[in-house]
């Protein structure tokens, strides 16, 4: 069976400071692959999206970067957080047909 | 046209009751519309999906109703439970864009 695996749970960076979430799947091949941020109270805004190994799409400018260095793996990254950048982050996958998406749990991340 | 507009924002509920959720869109090209669950701190889980083929699908005590001429798809929750307070996501794609476009969700608590 498929799984996504989301790390860290939670994360509390100073502004200005890099950032490094990462997201692993088992189980497929060749995954569709997502970045979403839920802030507080609110629905899910993609970040980025990718159908393949370095193929990113990025949905809405920002102070974050994603890449996709291996099949299954889908990295989120910044270079210097703001406090804008708070929030909760999750990972997603799809197969390549019309299908339905899975979460991972998710990363809380406090900029401070 | 890829807004997903979903009502209520919040919704109370007494054990034993029915929840209605309703979703509106307005892109005719989306064929796929899932409803997601999220507890507090959890990445959202699929709940149940439907076509636009069918005009209705049951799975246990939840049920999606969608209206294809109307542009409007609904979740209901039968005999509703402590235990399905949740906020509640609806969503849309349409084949091959690999995108999700979702509603801001709906806060459900049902009370004992």
């Known amino acids: 069976s498929q799984t996504i695996h989301q790390w860290p749970a939670t994360l509390v960076q100073p502004v200005g400071s890099p950032l490094s979430l990462e997201c692993t799947v088992e189980?497929?091949?060749?995954?569709?692959l997502y970045w979403y941020r839920q802030a507080a109270g609110r629905g899910l805004q993609l970040l980025f999206y990718s159908v393949g190994i370095g193929q990113i799409s990025s949905e809405v400018p920002q102070n974050l970067s994603a890449s996709r260095p291996q099949d299954r793996q889908f990295i989120l990254s910044s270079k210097k957080l703001l406090l804008s950048d708070s929030g909760f982050y999750l990972c997603?996958?799809?197969?390549?047909?019309?299908?339905?998406?899975?979460f991972g749990q998710g990363t809380r991340l406090t900029v401070v | 046209q890829q807004q997903v507009k979903q009502s209520p924002q919040s919704l109370i509920v007494q054990k034993g009751g029915i929840s209605i959720i309703n979703c509106a869109y307005e892109?005719?090209?989306?064929?796929?519309f899932p409803w997601y669950q999220q507890f507090p701190g959890k990445g959202p889980a699929l709940l149940i999906a439907i076509r636009p083929d069918v005009s209705e699908k049951k799975e246990g005590r939840f049920t999606i109703s969608f209206n294809k001429s109307a542009k409007q798809f609904s979740l209901h929750i039968m005999d509703s439970q402590p235990g399905d307070s949740a906020t509640y996501f609806c969503a849309a794609s349409r084949t091959g864009t690999y995108k999700y476009i979702f509603g801001t969700g709906t806060r459900l608590k049902v009370l004992a």
């Open positions: 189980g497929t091949s060749n995954p569709n």
């Open positions: 997603a996958w799809s197969g390549h047909q019309n299908t339905e998406a899975f």
């Open positions: 892109n005719t090209a989306f064929d796929y």
